[in-house]
């Protein structure tokens, strides 16, 4: 029983007192049966009211859930508070019939209910033939199945309430749950909200049908380029192999070869190690193929203007400067991705706000990311500029112009792919880079490579002299 120590409430302990004084009197009531009690102050705190509630339980100081250290007595029931609010939440915890808000009518209404179970026990025994009291059914409506929480009616009792579903993510798994209670970011609550079960995993798989289609085109055209590297190797002595530096034609062939296959690492479960390497890789190969064509390009200028009179160009091209410009240019970019694995490397992350967990890589930095397709941009637009410059030269170095057309290509594809790729979230931002990288590598090989083997297999007649 609890009381808040005020006047005002001082008359209902003395009642309290009073009634089982009363009753332990009168030898007709209870016979051999004396009730005693035990009080606690709830200080008209709710809290309060359930520590004390938790105390009469378990019969000492310690709170011990479902379990009791009376001995030889027995707890048969509670009175409750005269606020409604603590009697409830004390009746929620006990089990018992509410009382109305009189003490001696509380106190004889318990004696008249243990009496009247003394009489009818078939032992006479009132402590073996105890029951713990039960709750009445509300009134108003029927208790609330687990996966639903009660909702109150306002300006009705506490004892009608509605019974509210709980929430996609939300369960509650008893009856007359007062609130539902959140799944954990990587579970969802099943369809009838009474548990939490783990979320399935996503990732651009190579077992869907984008992931294995991008996979299969990736997989061909790493052998077309190989086969076309094997062509230029086995007709390395023709004039149209040896026409524009050779080695730079190897280098262009394996780079593009390795662009097609680093889209390998962005398909397929990710993981710390993909994700830390997949942009540097990407990165460095792209680079390693965009300044080859750039110095392809450099020598179709270089060739035309070394055989004017005069001029200087022929003792540059003996200087290996192509070879040189590749390898600068690529070792910007292989400082950059240093740079960018050093203070923000990329890590593996995971998408939980949606039905599945998304797992993903977090690029570490976004200006990083940037940097990098702005870096190959840049080198892009330098060979997009050569190329034209060199355009209207004679057919015998007309490669240029199919250079002009691969860039021109490859530069619109990257120039599309940034606003698409900022627009699109998950698994699609994945298969947007994919689809840049394989379409722009498609270019390069398409139009500067393609062209010479039909002229190796089908005018392979007319340069049967090298250089």
């Known amino acids: 029983m609890n009381f808040r120590p005020s006047l005002q409430f001082y008359r209902h302990l003395l009642v309290f007192f009073f009634t089982l004084e009363e009753i332990n009197k009168n030898l007709q009531f209870l ?19 359930v520590y004390s509630t938790f105390r009469i339980m378990s019969g000492g100081r310690q709170i011990i859930p479902n379990y009791s250290c009376w001995n030889q007595r027995k707890m048969v029931g509670f009175i409750g508070e005269v606020t409604a609010a603590s009697s409830y939440v004390i009746s929620q915890l006990a089990g018992i019939y509410r009382i109305c ?6 106190v004889y209404a318990m004696a008249h209910s243990l ?5 009818t026990s078939k032992s006479n025994n009132l402590l073996t033939s105890f029951a713990p009291w039960r709750a009445p059914p509300s009134l108003c409506n029927e208790a609330c199945e687990p996966g639903y929480r009660m909702a109150k009616r306002e300006g009705e009792p506490p004892c009608c309430y509605d019974c509210v579903q709980c929430t996609k993510g939300e369960m509650s798994n008893t009856t007359d749950s007062r609130s539902c209670w959140k799944c954990s970011r990587f579970e969802n609550s099943n ?3 009474t548990g939490c079960a783990p979320k399935d995993v996503d990732f651009l798989s190579y077992g869907e049908t984008l992931g294995g289609t991008l996979t299969i085109v990736s997989l061909l055209f790493s052998i077309v380029t190989s086969v076309i590297l094997g062509i230029f190797w086995t007709y390395r002595e023709t004039s149209i192999v040896k026409a524009n530096n050779r080695k730079l034609s190897y280098v262009l062939l394996i780079s593009i070869t390795l662009c097609f296959m680093c889209t390998l690492l962005f398909i397929g479960r990710p993981s710390p190690i993909r994700c830390l390497l997949r942009q540097a890789a990407f990165g460095v190969v792209f680079t390693v193929s965009v300044s080859s064509v750039l110095a392809k390009t450099l020598t179709v200028i270089m060739a035309f203007k070394a055989t004017r009179p005069g001029s200087r160009m022929k003792r ?5 400067l192509p070879d040189t410009l590749v390898v600068l240019c690529s070792m910007g970019e292989v400082l950059l991705s240093v740079i960018w694995i050093m203070l923000y490397p990329p890590y593996l992350d995971a998408d939980t706000e949606t039905d599945t967990i998304l797992l993903l890589c977090n690029e570490g930095s976004s200006t990083f990311f940037f940097l990098e397709i702005g870096y190959i941009g840049m080198l892009a637009l330098i ?23 691969s860039i021109l290509v490859f530069s619109s594809v990257w120039v599309t792919f940034v606003p698409t790729y900022l627009s699109v979230k998950g698994k699609n931002m994945v298969a947007v880079e994919v689809f840049a990288i394989l379409t722009s590598s498609a270019g390069l090989l398409s139009f ?13 007649s007319l340069f049967q002299s090298s250089l």
């Open 191 to 193: 369809i009838n909200r």
């Open 101 to 106: 808000y009189s003490v001696y009518t509380a």
């Open 383 to 405: 060979c997009l500029g050569a190329a034209f410059l060199a355009k209207d030269f004679p057919d015998r170095f007309n490669e240029a112009k199919n250079i002009s057309f």
């Open 316 to 320: 540059l091209l003996g200087m290996r």
């Open 115 to 119: 009496h009247d179970m003394y009489a």
């Open 448 to 460: 500067i490579f393609f062209p010479k083997c039909y002229v190796i297999f089908i005018m392979s």
């Open 31 to 49: 016979p051999n049966i004396s009730l005693g009690y035990q009080i606690f102050d709830s200080c008209a705190n709710v809290h309060k009211s």
